[in-house]
């Protein structure tokens, strides 16, 4: 709900880094690996109990998120970059509520399950429209020039990002934290099943 206000104001700085980058020689597909891989180091201090390591790598796993389709806009956008883009994005999704529940497994074991059904739900939601939609010919520009269509919800990256910032600072609020925004993602995917309806039909 909130990528498209957030890419505009981020938008300059992306692209200033992405020049930079681009002048040193570094592919678009090295950025989105580097920001997996933070992200995974993210989630091995959300494991040691290191919220504020995490917090820092998770934002720098984001930032890097958003610099590999900047990269490619400036130099060698390819098929395979938006593919891996995609799958590590997901992975990564994955590995903050899957760390949480490793952290402590008694108190957030089960709320961290919840909320990785409603990510997994809401990913193939995400993925077969996704598919349809090409197959449809269908174009969007709501999130910018995408290897995938993207269609909006109200649990997106940029919301996903806030949830893992707030569990973050505040740790022992975590399953209170899933539930709420596993409850918003099953929304999102309610609401793209409708909308696949009425298009697909």
């Known amino acids: 709900m909130i990528d498209g206000w957030g890419r505009k104001r981020l938008e300059p ?7 930079r980058l681009v002048e040193a020689g570094v592919s678009p597909d090295t950025v989105t690996m580097a920001g997996f891989l933070i992200g995974l180091m993210g989630g091995v201090a959300v494991i040691a109990g290191w919220f ?3 917090l820092a790598l998770i934002l720098l796993s984001r930032l890097a998120d958003g610099l590999d389709g900047a990269v490619a806009r400036l130099s060698c956008s390819t098929d395979f970059g938006g593919y891996l883009d995609i799958v590590l994005d997901f992975a990564f999704y994955g590995v903050i509520p ?5 952290h402590d497994p008694a108190s957030n074991g089960v709320a961290g399950g919840v909320l990785l059904f409603a990510f997994y739900a809401n990913g193939a939601s995400f993925l077969a429209f996704s598919t349809i939609a090409e197959k449809r010919r269908l174009v969007t520009d ?7 269509f993207f269609t909006t919800g109200l649990a997106e990256a940029g919301e ?5 910032m707030l569990a973050c600072l505040f ?3 975590f399953p209170v934290i899933a539930y709420l925004f596993a409850a918003i993602t099953f929304y ?3 609401s793209r099943i409708v909308l696949a309806a009425s298009l697909f039909r």
Do not use: C, Q, Y
């Not at 899957?98 to 490793?102: C, D, E, G, R």
């Open 171 to 173: 740790p022992s609020w």
């Open 142 to 148: 709501a999130r910018g020039e995408k290897s995938f």
């Open 188 to 190: 999102t995917t309610v």
């Open 98 to 102: 899957l760390a949480f529940v490793l």
């Open 160 to 164: 996903t990002l806030i949830v893992f």
């Open 52 to 54: 504020w390591v995490a």
């Open 13 to 19: 700085l992306l692209s200033m880094l992405a020049r």
